[in-house]
């Protein structure tokens, strides 16, 4: 007779058989298929130049869950021209203003397999990461406002109940908003799904303020100084500012001037608001521009200026003796919060050239020893020093003739030719890197007994 305690184990290892092959055979929900897609381009910046618009950028370099390379096929830049006057309470959706749009460029995303026939005519090949500039030429045809029609069917009936409202207080009429064109940049995936739109960036779409005239340059040893007049049409401000090009701590400050202020706690102003809407008065940026023009790269100009109205000069602490430098100034306005810079005035060029001599050497020190006096001195502060040349009389009145024909780069010279119990004068002058070289004051005389 077979004991109770042997069936279990024969029993239980048939179970778990059991349960294993019904697992195995149950389906769960099925999984959500990866979806890659780019990240969006969160950079946008967008700057108009007269009837030139620069947009920079950088091309997405991961997907959206962080993982590398990008799933990324194309970048394209839209750009879309709109009058505010006539845009409705909300935007049209995405497909619809996309439609419209103008595709402004395309660039593909360079990988290996690529081949260079299928790449369409506009296109540009780009790096994941790299940071890309796009210049659009606004010719008539692009500033040209579209309009979207309205869906919206009109009520008549709906008029006829409104209640008359108060009458609003006489104030000016608010100035009109400028017709705008508005710029956006999105990636599409191998796979041709689109990431997310990046941000739109806006800019007026108007006449630009022209140019003032060209600069003038003027420079010292250190530094250049950029002059120019204010430009016809430009907006003055209504109370001139000091225009001191170092009052910047104050600057966001009210300047209440010689005014008469309350300072009686007990006395206090009523709210109010300006009866006419206040315009930004025009400021102006330097730029700094090259003689020639070096390859077709587009890169997106720079300022060498903070702007700050009322100023109409700036100083540029970069000197290369030799090297021409160019400037051209231009015109900014702020128009419903958008800026607009105009054409860029005539260039006016300067090669520089050093006619300025060093200072006089200070600290010489005269040392006579056996035969001979040694001098040293304390090395000049100017940062294009060639060398000293060292002079020397034997007598009061006499002319300083120099010891050294060629200049010297230390700061020390030991002279031999002396005679005992006779007193030499001597005076160091400092020379630059010129050609031909600007010779400075000689230092101060030191008087020496050789032995």
Known sequence: MRSRTSVWPVVT???????LFVACGMKGPPMAPIVLLPNAVDDLEVKRFGSHVYLQFTAPAANTDGSRPPDLDLVEVYGLTTDPEQDHATAPPLDDWLDAATLVATFHLSRPETEAEDLTETGQTIEPGEQVVVVETLVPELVEPHVFEDDSEDDDDESDEIEESPPMPLLSPPLPRPTRRTYLVRGVSTRGRESAPSARAEVPIINPTPPPPPPTITYTDTEFLVEWTPATGAIRPVQAPDGSEDDDEDEGEDDLGDLDVVTDEAETRLPSRPVIEVVTPSDYLVYAVG???????????????????????????????????????????????????????????????????????????????????SLVWDPNPERDIAGYLVLRRASTGATLETLTPEPIEGTSYRDASVTANQDYIYAVQAVDDATPYNTGAPSPEITEQAR
């Open 13 to 19: 290892i048939v179970l778990m058989g059991v349960s």
């Open 291 to 373: 003689s020639t023009r070096s390859g077709d790269v587009a890169t997106l100009p720079t300022p060498l200026n903070t702007a700050k109205v009322g100023l109409f000069s700036y100083r540029d602490r970069v000197m290369r003796f030799g090297t021409e430098r160019c400037y051209v100034v231009r015109v900014r306005d702020v128009l419903d919060s958008l800026r607009i810079q105009g054409p860029a005035s005539p260039p006016t060029c300067v090669v520089p050239i050093d006619t300025f001599p060093p200072g006089p050497p200070t600290g010489i020190v005269a040392v006579a020893s056996e035969g001979a006096i």
